[in-house]
């Protein structure tokens, strides 16, 4: 097994004015990543997290409709998706219904580059092998991973695209309807994956009963 190696980064947020601690997560791995700075990102994710529907399952705690990137993300939402791929991000999901945990944070299980990766309850910044965080968050290489951004690069302008793609390329669909679909399946993706979360939370509990009514009639 070989675990991750770690480097302190906070991606930008105390030179950005920030002070504290905060569930910034999603927004300071993102900042890492593409090297943008922590404000423009926050602002980015604070402007979506404002605009989004209220649904009955975000409790009251949530941040949802609030102007903020402080309190974390609802990272299965649409708008997410499609900032994340208009950014040059590619997701890739690592756990599916009844598989389990097939992939942990650590080095020879995740592939080489510049990564989001989605574990429970945290998004963390990995380059090349290396956590990028405020903490090690790797629980040893234990931890397991739902799925990965991978960073491309290839950031996409959609008014920008679609205005080239008019003239330049007018037989060509236009991106910005192939980044929306790209964004449906995404979202598609992570519903089943949060799915798969709940369905082996309910397995492992149903195993428990079962060894300790095998010991009780035994």
């Not at 208009?86 to 756990?95: A, D, E, I, S, Y």
């Not at 290839?154 to 695209?161: A, D, G, S, Y």
């Amino acid at each position: 097994m070989e675990n991750l190696k770690f480097n302190y980064n906070d991606g930008g947020r105390e030179a950005a004015g920030y002070k504290g601690k905060a569930g910034d997560c999603v927004c300071r791995a993102i900042a890492i990543i593409t090297g943008k700075p922590y404000q423009e990102v926050y602002d980015a994710l604070a402007d979506g997290n404002a605009n989004q529907r209220q649904a009955k399952h975000n409790g009251r705690k949530s941040s949802v409709g609030s102007r903020t990137a402080r309190s974390g993300i609802m990272t299965n939402r649409k708008w997410f998706d499609n900032y994340m791929v208009q950014n040059g991000f590619v997701w890739t999901p690592t756990m599916l219904i009844g598989q389990g945990c097939k992939v942990h944070l650590r080095a020879d299980e995740l592939p080489k580059g510049k990564l989001v990766v989605s574990v429970s309850r945290h998004m963390v910044a990995v380059i090349d092998g290396v956590v990028n965080d405020t903490y090690d968050c790797t629980r040893d290489g234990g931890r397991c991973v739902y799925g990965y951004y991978t960073y491309t690069g290839k950031t996409i302008e959609p008014k920008k695209v679609e205005v080239i793609a008019e003239v330049e390329q007018p037989k060509v669909k236009e991106p910005s309807k192939d980044i929306e679909k790209l964004a449906k399946l995404m979202t598609a993706k992570k519903k089943w994956m949060s799915k798969a979360k709940r369905a082996e939370t309910a397995l492992a509990k149903l195993n428990k009963k079962i060894k300790y009514y095998q010991k009780k009639t035994a």
